[in-house]
């Protein structure tokens, strides 16, 4: 039987692929923090084991000795500027310390999920032969995920057998904060405007089956970025309110109007002491043309492309099975 440690496994990407290794006859131990919330998680036949990415120690003990994968999906996806410190220390720091316990304990093969913003602004279509821009990028959560990947290629120097992921726009259950956020914020009459840009689909079973596959036949030392279905995120707003039963009447603002917007909005949320709904950095990556070209994914790990519409109704399903719409 094989072997998977898995860091974030309370997240939504994470118990996607805690459940789909499962279903693969996986043996799974997962790492969480003391006090997280493991509802989701305590579905699944799994060990579990109290630790934290920036202690090295609980990695080293948490880790089983030989175990065939370790899958890194803990990651801090704020996009804040006051939250930068933080994030920096849990995408780099923390990720170096994952792999160097991975090392130290014999991990056979080591999984990251990064994104594809680490690759930063682009001005054309995205691919894996893009130079990555985010290493000068003002978006923290860029640059600090381009770091958490050389981290893991500083490993894979050092002899870990190693294979970056890098997900778009991610749809489907146990989604209850990003895109769950988003429904809540239509049903409730809150979305005022809707952004400029445009991005690339998946639904979070084919990445967590992508990560599977990465694990058992991706190139080592290899980034593949997870493409699919091309939509302005005014059609993704639209069609969420669709599922909804409500319409969605707001404008589509000016990349220009949308950016100063964010601005004034942080500004307000900075007296306030409060998280705002939308920073600068979100309303940057909101704002721009995501396109991306590659089928790597597609041709080496059998990943599948999924419609929109079938990503968004399994989210709002989810969503509604669960009595959090």
């Not at 290794?21 to 579990?48: A, I, M």
């Not at 030392?221 to 009447?249: K, S």
């Not at 949320?269 to 309303?283: C, I, Q």
């Not at 721009?288 to 599948?304: F, P, Q, S």
Request: positive net charge; hydrophobic residues 40%; contains cysteine.
């Amino acid at each position: 039987m094989k072997t998977a440690f898995v860091t974030g496994g309370t997240g939504f990407i994470g118990v996607n692929l805690v459940d789909q290794l499962v279903r693969q006859s996986w043996s799974v131990t997962c790492l969480h923090r003391e006090g997280s919330e493991l509802r989701y998680l305590k579905r699944h036949p799994v060990e579990l084991r109290v630790g934290d990415l920036l202690d090295a120690d609980s990695l080293r003990r948490a880790i089983p000795q030989g175990v065939n994968t370790v899958f890194h999906v803990a990651a801090d996806t704020s996009s804040w500027s006051r939250l930068d410190a933080g994030q920096t220390a849990t995408n780099v720091t923390g990720t170096r310390n994952v792999v160097n316990a991975a090392r130290e304990r014999g991990a056979k093969r080591f999984v990251l999920t990064s994104t594809a913003s680490a690759y930063g602004p682009q001005k054309g279509p995205l691919s894996e032969e893009s130079p990555s821009t985010a290493a000068t990028s003002w978006v923290n959560y860029e640059r600090s995920k381009w770091l958490s990947e050389q981290e893991v290629r500083q490993g894979s120097r050092n002899g870990l057998s190693a294979v970056i992921m890098n997900p778009c726009a991610v749809f489907g259950p146990c989604d209850t904060s990003v895109w769950g956020q988003v429904f809540r914020s239509i049903r409730d009459g809150k979305m005022a405007v809707l952004p400029p840009g445009a991005l690339p689909v998946n639904h979070v079973t084919e990445v967590a089956r992508a990560h599977i596959a990465a694990a058992q036949r991706g190139s080592d030392g290899a980034n593949y970025i997870l493409n699919g279905e091309y939509h302005t995120l005014a059609e993704i707003f639209r069609q969420m309110a669709r599922l909804l039963g409500v319409e969605l009447r707001a404008p589509v603002l000016p990349r220009t109007v949308f950016k100063t917007l964010a601005r004034c909005v942080a500004m307000a949320a900075s007296l306030t002491g409060k998280t705002p709904e939308m920073t600068p950095e979100m309303a940057e990556i909101l704002s721009r043309d995501n396109r991306v070209v590659t089928d790597r994914a597609e041709r080496e790990l059998d990943y599948h492309r999924v419609p929109l519409e079938q990503c968004l109704r399994d989210s709002y399903d989810w969503l509604k099975a669960e009595g959090l719409l």
